[in-house]
T-cell receptor, first 108, second 117 residues
Framework: KNEVEQSPQNLTAQEGEFITINCSYS?????LHWLQQHPGGGIVSLFM???GKKKHGRLIATINIQEKHSSLHITASHPRDSAVYICAVSDPGNQFYFGTGTSLTVIP | DARVTQTPRHKVTEMGQEVTMRCQPI?????VFWYRQTMMQGLELLAY????????DSGMPKDRFSAEMPDATLATLKIQPSEPRDSAVYFC???????????????FGPGTRLTVL
């Protein structure tokens, strides 16, 4: 059983669409992380959150601690958003668990 | 522009050879992570240092892998002897943690792509 489950695994969207990627986890956490990995392989940390909601540009991340669920939203999606989005959680002992990623393709 | 650097970016070696990968964390960061990424397993945490002390290396095969931080500006991951199944991209990340239970935002290096023939 995976401690972190992401859905969908693959997602194709038209430019301009609103996108949601979901993450559910089963362990107690100190923080949840959303990572973006571009086709070139580089990884960027998008958000680290432990409650509520964070926004950065067109990206919004929310977390519901009671339901052990987080969502990553992209508004007005653009082809440059095409990447793999990885959800990860860290527990109070700083053990990390990773989701398998959501591969997003935004078509012009 | 502070960033995590890793060397080498690519390494091709033969089975049985020693491989050393290096990471320079962002100045002032007190945590360093080593990850391995493969197509089959995705991202896996290999080792985690805080203030240069290893806190967790349970994800690392101890018989052949070793991770050290000889000083605050250098972290190394060594494989000896290397095997074809070690072929992967190895990422280093650093972050700043101010208290024990705080979540740790991480900044990733570009990775070292290792191929063991």
């Amino acid at each position: 059983k995976n401690e972190v489950e992401q859905s969908p695994q693959n997602l194709t969207a038209q430019e301009g669409e609103f996108i949601t990627i979901n993450c559910s986890y089963s362990v107690g956490i100190s923080a949840l992380h959303w990572l973006q990995q571009h086709p070139g392989g580089g990884i960027v940390s998008l958000f680290m959150l432990s409650s509520g909601k964070k926004k950065h540009g067109r990206l919004i991340a929310t977390i519901n601690i009671q339901e052990k669920h987080s969502s990553l939203h992209i508004t007005a999606s653009h082809p440059r958003d095409s990447a793999v989005y990885i959800c990860a959680v860290s527990d109070p002992g700083n053990q990390f668990y990773f989701g398998t990623g959501t591969s997003l393709t935004v078509i012009p | 522009d502070a960033r995590v650097t890793q060397t080498p970016r690519h390494k091709v070696t033969e089975m049985g050879q020693e491989v050393t990968m290096r990471c320079q964390p962002i100045l002032g960061h007190n945590t360093v992570f080593w990850y391995r990424q493969t197509m089959m397993q995705g991202l896996e945490l290999l080792a985690y240092f805080r203030n240069r002390a290893p806190l967790d290396d349970s994800g690392m095969p101890k018989d052949r892998f070793s991770a050290e931080m000889p000083d605050a500006t250098l972290a190394t991951l060594k494989i000896q002897p290397s095997e074809p199944r070690d072929s992967a991209v190895y990422f280093c990340a650093s972050g700043l943690v101010r208290w024990r239970e705080e979540g740790n935002e991480q900044f990733f290096g570009p990775g070292t792509r290792l191929t063991v023939l």
